[in-house]
C-alpha cells in the first residue's frame, strides 16, 4: 500500500500536476483538496494520510491558518509547504509555525522527493521516541 499524500491546492491544474507528478512519478496516492477548509475536513475523517503538502496562498483560510490548525488538531503530521512567490518571511512564518519543510511552485522532481522522505522519515522517528518513552515510564513505574 503505498503512502497517502493530502494535497492543498486551490488552483486545479497545479493540483492536477502535482497530483499527477506525485503519483505517477513517485508512486504516492494523493488526496486532493481545493481549500483549507476541505482539507481538515478530509484529514479528519481519513486517518491514513500521512503527509500534507500545504499551498500557502490558499483563498478564505490561508495556508499559514491551516498550518497552525494542522500542528494543533495532527500532531506529528508532516507538512510541507509550497508557494509560487520567492518571498523568504513566508518560508520563515511556515517554518516557525511547524512545516517540515518549504517549496517554490512548481517543485522540482528530485527536491520534492527529497522533502517527502525526509519528511515522512522524521514522522516516524518521533514516533518511535514517543512509543519508546511511554514504553521506558511503563517499565520505570513496574519496578
Known amino acids: 500500500m503505498?503512502?497517502?499524500i493530502l494535497v492543498v491546492e486551490d488552483d486545479p491544474s497545479q493540483r492536477e500536476i502535482m497530483s499527477l507528478l506525485l503519483h505517477r512519478r513517485l508512486g504516492y496516492t494523493v488526496v486532493p483538496?481545493?481549500?483549507g477548509r476541505?482539507?481538515?475536513s478530509i484529514l479528519k475523517d481519513d486517518p491514513g494520510i500521512?503527509?500534507?503538502i500545504?499551498?500557502?496562498g490558499l483563498p478564505g483560510m490561508g495556508g499559514l491558518e491551516v498550518l497552525d490548525i494542522l500542528t494543533q488538531r495532527h500532531p506529528g503530521?508532516?507538512?510541507i509547504m509550497l508557494t509560487g512567490s520567492r518571498d523568504i518571511d513566508h518560508a520563515v512564518a511556515a517554518m516557525k509555525a511547524g512545516a517540515c519543510d518549504f517549496l517554490t511552485k512548481p517543485p522540482e522532481k528530485e527536491r520534492l522527493q527529497v522533502a517527502i522522505r525526509n519528511a515522512l522519515k522524521t514522522s516516524l522517528l518521533e514516533k518511535e521516541i514517543v512509543r519508546l518513552r511511554k514504553y521506558e515510564e511503563g517499565a520505570?513505574?513496574?519496578s
Do not use: H, I
Request: glycine letters at 0%.
Open 77 to 79: 503530521l508532516p507538512v
Open 2 to 4: 503505498s503512502v497517502r
Open 33 to 35: 483538496a481545493a481549500d
Open 54 to 56: 500545504l499551498d500557502v
Open 38 to 40: 476541505s482539507a481538515l
Open 140 to 142: 520505570v513505574s513496574f
Open 50 to 52: 500521512r503527509l500534507v
